[in-house]
C-alpha cells in the first residue's frame, strides 16, 4: 500500500505558493474601492472564489500524485503520476486555447488587450475618455455622472477644462478636485443646482481646450468655465522620438502624443516573427497591477529610487508663443460667449532643494521632453513652468479675467503631489478649496 504520507510535503509546498499568491491579490487596493473600501465588487468576487478553490485545489493534487488502479470491463487500468500529468497539461492547453477564443472574440476591436477602441480616439482632440475607463465617465467623456446637454431650468453650469491635472486619474472620483469643487459649491448655495463637469484629459494643451470650448463644450450652455493647465504646451516644445514625428511646428501638430501606439502598430519595422497572445497579456497584466500592489505602492512613497535625476540646462521652450495665442483665443471665445471665465496656473512639484525620494518620483519631462537622451534639469524645469505660469497670469491680467494662482497655494511637497505635477487627494483638496474661495468669496455665480 502506498504511504499516504509520502506526498504531503509536495501538497504543502505547493498550497504554500498558491497561498502566496492568493494573499498578493488580498494586498491590494483597487483604484476606485466599492467592498470594505479596498475593492471592487468583481474582485471581492474573484478573491471569494479563489478563497473557495483551495478545497478541490487539495483534492487535485492528491489526484494527481497517487497513481489511481480500477476495473474496466475486468481489465485492472493504472493512471500514474505521470499519466495524469500529461492529461492536465493537455487539459491546461485546451483551456489556454479556449481562453484565447474568448479574448480574441470579446475583443475583437482591438490590436491588443489593453489597446484602445475606435471610442477613444477622436478626430480632432487625438485621444477622448469612454466609458470603458474606470475613472466614472459619462457618455459624453466627461468625468462626471449623466448629465442632459440641454441645461435644465435653474441650473447653473461650470466647466473645468486642462490636461491630467485637471482630469486627476490617479485620484478616486469621489476625491477629485473638480468633485470636490462642486460638493462645496453645492453645499454653499443649498437651494441651488449646480453643475462642476471635469472635462480635462490626459495629453491636453491649450490647444485641445480651445477646440474642445469650440465645437462641443459651448453646445452645453456653460454659465462659467474654469482653466487650469501648462505642462502639455511646456513639452510641446520637445521632440521625443517616441512621440514625435517631425520638428517643433507651432501648431503641435508634430507631436503625435496619445496616438503614437497607433502609429508603431501600423508604420513601425515590424519583427519577422510576433507572438501576440491576449491570454499572456491578461495574466501580466493582472500580476502587475494587483499583486502585492499595496506594498508597493507603499515602498514607491516611502522608498527612493537609486536612479537620480541627471537632466541638462534647456532654455528653448519656443511652444510660449503658441501657448499664449492659445490662451488669448479661448479667452476671446470665451468672453464673446457671456461665459465667465477663470484661469488658473499650472502648480508643480519642482523646487531647489528636492529630496532623493522626490526626485524618484519625477518622470513627466524626462520622458515627454526627451531628445535623445537629454531633458531639462530642475532648475531648467522650474524656469520654464515659471514662464508659462506668467504668461498665464499676464494675459489674464491683460484682459480683465479672474486669476487664480493655484502654483502658490499646492505645497512642493509629497503629501500633495504624485509626481512632477500630478496631485493626490490632498493636493486635490488644495485645488478645490482655492477655487471654491475665490468664487464664493468674489460672488462669481449669479443665478
Known amino acids: ?53 483551495i478545497v478541490p485545489l487539495v483534492f487535485l493534487l492528491r489526484y494527481l500524485l497517487y497513481e489511481s488502479k480500477f476495473l474496466m470491463f475486468s481489465k485492472k487500468i493504472i493512471f500514474t503520476s505521470r499519466r495524469k500529468t500529461i492529461t492536465l497539461f493537455i487539459l491546461f492547453i485546451i483551456l489556454f486555447i479556449a481562453s484565447e477564443l474568448f479574448f480574441r472574440i470579446k475583443y475583437n476591436n482591438r490590436h491588443d488587450l489593453y489597446g484602445s477602441t475606435l471610442n477613444q480616439y477622436d478626430v480632432f482632440l487625438q485621444n477622448k475618455l469612454s466609458t470603458e475607463s474606470n475613472l466614472h465617465v459619462d457618455s459624453d467623456g466627461f468625468r462626471n455622472d449623466e448629465i442632459s446637454k440641454a441645461k435644465p431650468r435653474g441650473t447653473y453650469r461650470i466647466f473645468v477644462l486642462g490636461g491630467s491635472t485637471v482630469l486627476s486619474p490617479y485620484v478616486g472620483y469621489n476625491k477629485s478636485s473638480v468633485k470636490v469643487l462642486g460638493d462645496m459649491l453645492n453645499d454653499h448655495y443649498k437651494n441651488q443646482k449646480i453643475e462642476v463637469i471635469n472635462a480635462g484629459n490626459d495629453w491636453y494643451t491649450s490647444e485641445h481646450s480651445l477646440i474642445q470650448y469650440l ?56 519583427p519577422f516573427i510576433a507572438i501576440n497572445s491576449f491570454t499572456y497579456q491578461f495574466l501580466l497584466h493582472t500580476f502587475q497591477s494587483n499583486f502585492y500592489s499595496d506594498l508597493s505602492g507603499f515602498l514607491s512613497k516611502n522608498v527612493p529610487s537609486k536612479n537620480t535625476y541627471q537632466g541638462v540646462p534647456m532654455h528653448d521652450f519656443q511652444s510660449i508663443e503658441a501657448y499664449k495665442r492659445n490662451l488669448k483665443s479661448i479667452i476671446t471665445n470665451v468672453r464673446a460667449d457671456n461665459v465667465e471665465l477663470i484661469i488658473g496656473n499650472q502648480p508643480y512639484l519642482y523646487k531647489d532643494h528636492m529630496s532623493s525620494l522626490e526626485l524618484s518620483k519625477l518622470w513627466l519631462l524626462k520622458m515627454f521632453c526627451n531628445n535623445n537622451g537629454k531633458y531639462p534639469d530642475i532648475q ?49 483638496k488644495m485645488i478645490a478649496k482655492t477655487l471654491y474661495e475665490f468664487i464664493t468669496q468674489n460672488n462669481l455665480i449669479n443665478f
Open 1 to 53: 500500500m502506498e504511504n499516504t504520507n509520502k506526498h504531503a510535503p509536495v501538497i504543502l509546498s505547493l498550497l504554500s505558493i498558491y497561498a502566496f499568491i492568493l494573499l498578493g491579490f488580498v494586498f491590494h487596493t483597487s483604484a476606485n474601492p466599492q467592498i470594505f473600501g479596498k475593492y471592487t465588487f468583481v474582485y471581492f468576487i474573484g478573491l471569494l472564489l479563489s478563497v473557495i478553490l
Open 380 to 428: 531648467s524645469s522650474i524656469t520654464v513652468l515659471n514662464e508659462f505660469n506668467n504668461a498665464t497670469k499676464d494675459l489674464a491680467n491683460a484682459n480683465k479675467v479672474d486669476f487664480v494662482d493655484l502654483a502658490s497655494k499646492v505645497p512642493k511637497n509629497l503629501s500633495y503631489f504624485i509626481d512632477d505635477v500630478h496631485t493626490n487627494e490632498n493636493g486635490d
Open 215 to 270: 465645437f462641443k463644450i459651448k453646445d452645453y450652455q456653460p454659465d462659467m468655465i474654469i482653466i487650469w493647465q501648462g505642462v502639455n504646451d511646456v513639452y510641446r516644445s520637445c521632440t521625443p522620438q517616441e512621440y514625435s514625428i517631425s520638428g517643433y511646428k507651432s501648431d503641435y501638430s508634430h507631436f503625435v502624443g496619445s496616438i503614437s501606439n497607433i502609429i508603431d502598430v501600423y508604420f513601425k519595422e515590424k
